[in-house]
């Protein structure tokens, strides 16, 4: 057995993350990506380390950057990273920040860390994989997936993206909103509703449980961007 | 310049699938039958800067070349992060076209001047800045950057030289002094003509260029150790002294004087008008610049 495929598993993560953080200090950023990370590179992206630089492949952005120790956890239960090098993350030579960097890591398709820009980048690639006609072997268009959080939804930024492709009707995008009520000054009547009447379609489910998620995305048929609001609970 | 950078642009999305344009409403019926000719690489957001440049990222990381368009602090100013983390930070390139540049604009007001944007560009690397100074000069410096993949920001304005010269990474010498000449006088862009004028009774080496990032030290630096005097006179059409640390680091080893002109920096002019008042006010035109150049090199 390998060394990765000693690590493959959902249930390897936590040791993963300990290999970063420590066994003990899990935050709570991290934490609350840690189920729609795993669905995502599990059950729905159409990616894997050798096809990390196809022009079909899915794209996966995270967007919020913030603790990324579940993401490259993710990330090495999948083959992308090695996981010897999650044990010197954050050091000066690692590849592995607090914010990832793109250019540093293959496999990770933007650098972030500042919010509110992931979506709007989203929002260009799914247009550039459209504008080209991209698409996968068995005539499907590749998607694009950013992950926000919902204190990230407060930069006015995602909101211009937010509406272009409600407008535009980017069908190959998809955002996953990170509800754990972070934000300051809340989002009366949720998030989705913010989604909906740009014209997205919105699905909202409980940010831990995988069947809930991986029935979420599902890609819409409806000629809109798709939101999925996942609930979660610190 | 703005509707040379057009029919360029619209010749290019006939040419290069590649090319794609990100637009804020602002030109946005220059490029309509491109929009209709080639669906899905026009894009007009509306009146979203931020998202624009950030889409524009976007497209360049599906391996696209966009080419983004609007005045020059929509372009620049606001959407300044995008700038840093949208293209720099992922590592891809654009185009940046602008408009108004400086005081073009001087009837809008402030809101729509922006003499800073080279300067603030200039605090992020990997840059090339075209200031050109004819429209002929537009269309060469896009027939060499739309191929590539590197970051551009094209400058455009209303105020035009009567001649092109070619887009190039070196200083063009345009009047050579003698061997006793007072020094050397810089023009960039739409500078040259009255540069040449306001210094053409004063012995002294003049060179133009539309290529202001990177720019060329090592050419400045040999022209000026082949004038009487290693003294450089700068004028930019924007902010005063947006390449004076260029000018100090090309003549780091040699004793000289330089003097910068450009838009003030210590006071926000709050006129309206015309580009030639603001010019005036601003000791840029033929006049004011004659005057700091015979002040300057001790005529």
Redesign the interface.
């Known amino acids: 057995m390998t060394i990765t495929a000693a690590f493959s598993r959902y249930a390897d993560l936590p040791a993963l993350i300990g290999l970063m953080e420590g066994d003990e200090k899990h935050n709570g950023a991290s934490a609350s990506t840690l189920d729609v990370l795993w669905v995502l590179y599990d059950r729905v992206l159409d990616v894997t380390p050798d096809t990390a630089e196809a ?1 079909d492949r899915d794209r996966f952005l995270l967007s919020k950057g913030h603790g990324p120790a579940a993401y490259y956890a993710v990330l090495a239960a999948k083959g992308f990273l090695d996981v010897p090098t999650l044990r010197g993350w954050t050091t000066f030579d690692s590849p592995l920040g607090h914010h990832p ?3 540093l890591v293959p496999g990770i ?3 972030s860390g ?1 919010l ?2 992931g979506m ?13 006609r ?1 698409r996968r072997a068995d005539g499907t268009e590749p998607r694009v997936v950013v992950l926000v959080g919902d204190g990230e939804l407060d930069e ?2 995602n909101h ?2 937010i ?2 492709a409600g ?2 009707g980017v069908d190959n995008l998809t955002v996953v909103a990170i509800d754990n009520d972070s934000a300051t000054h809340g989002w009366p009547g949720g998030i989705g509703r913010r989604f909906e009447v740009e014209g997205w379609e919105a699905r909202e489910v409980n940010g831990r449980d995988h069947t809930a998620l991986h029935d979420a995305f599902v890609p819409s048929r409806s000629g809109r961007p798709l939101a999925v609001v996942a609930r979660v609970r610190n | 310049m703005r509707e040379t950078f057009a029919a360029t642009v619209n010749e290019a999305m006939d040419e290069d699938p590649r090319t794609a344009v990100v637009l804020a409403d602002i030109s946005a019926g220059m490029f309509r039958r491109s929009s209709l000719k080639h669906p899905g690489r026009v894009i007009n957001l509306g009146i979203r800067e931020q998202a624009m440049i950030d889409v524009a990222g976007g497209l360049a990381l599906t391996g696209m070349r966009p080419i983004a368009h609007s005045y020059a602090p929509f372009l620049v100013e606001r959407p300044f992060e995008q700038l840093k983390i949208g293209l720099g930070h992922q590592d891809v390139g654009a185009i940046l076209v602008s408009i108004g540049g400086s005081y073009d604009a001087a009837e809008e007001g402030r809101t729509h001047q922006a003499p800073e944007d080279v300067a603030v560009l200039d605090t992020l690397p990997g840059w090339t800045v075209r200031v050109p100074g004819h429209p002929d000069e537009v269309r060469d410096a896009l027939e060499q950057d739309l191929p590539g993949d590197h970051r551009v920001y094209l400058r455009l304005s209303n105020t035009s030289n009567r001649a092109a010269l070619p887009v190039r990474p070196r200083l063009h010498v345009v009047r050579t002094g003698s061997s006793r000449s007072a020094g050397v006088v810089l023009a960039v862009g739409p500078m040259l003509d009255r540069t040449l004028e306001a210094t053409a009774d004063l012995d002294v080496t003049v060179a133009y260029t539309s290529t202001v990032r990177p720019f060329d030290r090592e050419g400045l630096g040999v022209l000026a150790a082949a004038a009487g005097n290693a003294d450089v006179l700068l004028v930019e059409p924007y902010l005063r002294g947006t390449s004076a640390h260029e000018v100090s680091e090309s003549l780091a080893d040699r004793r000289h004087r330089q003097l910068s002109l450009g838009v003030p920096r210590d006071a926000e002019l709050r006129a309206y008008g015309t580009p030639t008042e603001h010019a005036r006010s601003h000791g840029l035109d033929t006049e004011g610049i004659a005057k700091s150049a015979r002040e300057f090199f001790l005529v």
Request: proline share 6%.
């Open positions: 022009p960097d793109r250019v398709e933007i650098g500042s509110g820009h709007p980048l989203g929002l260009g690639m799914a247009l550039g994989l459209r504008a080209q991209i006015g930024s211009e993206a509406a272009a407008r535009l």
